[in-house]
Structures are given as structure tokens and as C-alpha cells.
């Protein structure tokens, strides 16, 4: 079964660092690209960047780029998201997702739900 | 940047109902478009790539169109598990930016 597994809820205070992580299975994880996801409380979802696992390259929307950092271990199937200073309005649910044809989404992680308050 | 827009932000239908959801992006892109349905509290779901190309597993009442920059989404016979919020996305150009969602809510 193909799928992806995040790791799990993070409550963090603002200014702490972060990572979260995403772990491919089923398939061979450097063929796709992994692509993160935002989506605030209550609101749609935001595109923030992609990461090929097999050689790192990376694209970041111009909201999150120097916001937040995309890496990969192929060696383990992970993909990661982290963050060096959290703020408050980090505060949302994160998604990784496989990027399949049409440059789709067709496999999603379970989310990862990240909470920063002082 | 390509900015993606759906209408209606809300639409309340009964099952059975014909439903229709448009998207319109800022420029042309082609049939680089995707359609996903997410319930509540559980993760988004791909219904739709390449503007009408029908995910494996979706049911063939969803049915996708459009190229350049109008597109749709129809469900041709809504049934009580569609009741979901549905969003567009643009795979032409980085970023690939989704729209703002629809909500489909029971009438």
C-alpha cells in the first residue's frame, strides 16, 4: 500500500525550532516529488513548496520561502518541513503529499498539527 | 503569480441535485487543473487531474472540463457523502496554488 506517515502533534512555544516529518512507504520515494501543505484553522489550503527526494532540489512559494525549510532523507524515505523561529500564526495543520501525474496530489500524509502558544 | 478563483464560496443542494463548482485562474494554464474534495477533519482527497481525467477509485458522477481558464466540477447526482468542501488547483507554474475552496452543504 502506497502512503505517506507523518510524524505526530507538536505544541511549541514561539520562538522555539521544529521538524515534522513525512515517511514514504509502497513506493519508490526518490520518483515523486513531495509537496507541503498548509491549512490554517478553519481555512483552504495553502501550496508552500515542493522537494525532490532524490536530489533535494526545492521550490518554495514566495509566502514561505525563508519562512520555513524543505529537506529529504532518501536513505530512510522521509521528507521533512522545519521551522527555525515558530511564531504564533504557525499554528495549523501541516500536509505532505505526493506529487503524481499532472503534477497532482494523489497521496496524502495524515496531517501533522502544529500549535505555538506562549 | 498564478491567483485561482472558485465560485460559489457556498452552495447548499439536496441529493440528487446536478451541482456544478467553476474555477477561473488568472491566466491561461492550459488543462493543468486538479479538483480535490476534503470532509472535515480528515485529509484532502484527489478527484480530478489534468481538468478531467477521473482519479482511479473516484466515482463517475464527478466528471471534470474547461482548459485555458474556466473549468468546472460536476456531480451529476449528489449522494449524502459529497457533502464536503472542494478546491481547485493550478499544477501549470510554481507556486501551484490552490483556490479558495467551495463549501456543498446539505439543502
Known amino acids: 500500500e502506497v502512503q505517506l506517515v507523518q510524524s505526530g502533534a507538536e505544541v511549541k512555544k514561539p520562538g522555539e525550532s521544529l521538524k515534522i516529518s513525512c515517511k514514504g512507504s509502497g513506493y519508490s520515494f526518490t520518483s515523486y516529488w513531495i509537496a507541503w501543505v498548509r491549512q490554517m484553522p478553519g481555512k483552504g489550503l495553502e501550496w508552500m513548496g515542493i522537494i525532490n527526494p532524490g536530489d533535494s532540489d526545492t521550490r518554495y512559494s514566495p509566502s514561505f520561502l525563508g519562512q520555513v525549510s524543505m529537506s529529504a532523507d532518501k536513505s530512510i524515505s522521509t521528507a521533512y518541513l522545519q521551522w527555525s523561529s515558530l511564531k504564533a500564526s504557525d499554528t495549523a495543520m501541516y500536509y505532505c503529499a505526493r506529487q503524481a501525474q499532472g503534477v497532482s496530489l494523489d497521496v496524502w500524509g495524515q496531517g501533522t498539527t502544529v500549535t505555538v502558544s506562549s | 503569480d498564478i491567483q485561482m478563483t472558485q465560485s460559489p464560496s457556498s452552495l447548499s443542494a439536496s441529493v440528487g441535485d446536478r451541482v456544478a463548482i467553476t474555477c477561473r485562474a488568472s491566466?491561461?494554464?492550459?488543462?493543468?487543473l486538479n479538483w480535490y474534495q476534503q470532509k472535515p477533519g480528515k485529509t484532502p482527497k484527489l478527484l480530478i487531474y489534468?481538468?478531467?481525467s477521473l482519479q482511479s477509485g473516484v466515482p463517475s458522477r464527478f466528471s471534470g472540463s474547461g482548459s485555458g481558464t474556466d473549468f468546472t466540477l460536476t456531480i451529476s447526482s449528489l449522494q449524502p457523502e459529497d457533502f464536503a468542501t472542494y478546491y481547485c488547483?493550478?499544477?501549470?507554474?510554481?507556486?501551484?496554488?490552490f483556490g479558495q475552496g467551495t463549501k456543498l452543504e446539505i439543502k
Open positions: 489534468a481538468a478531467s
Open positions: 491566466q491561461s494554464i492550459s488543462s493543468y
Open positions: 488547483q493550478q499544477s501549470y507554474s510554481s507556486p501551484y496554488s
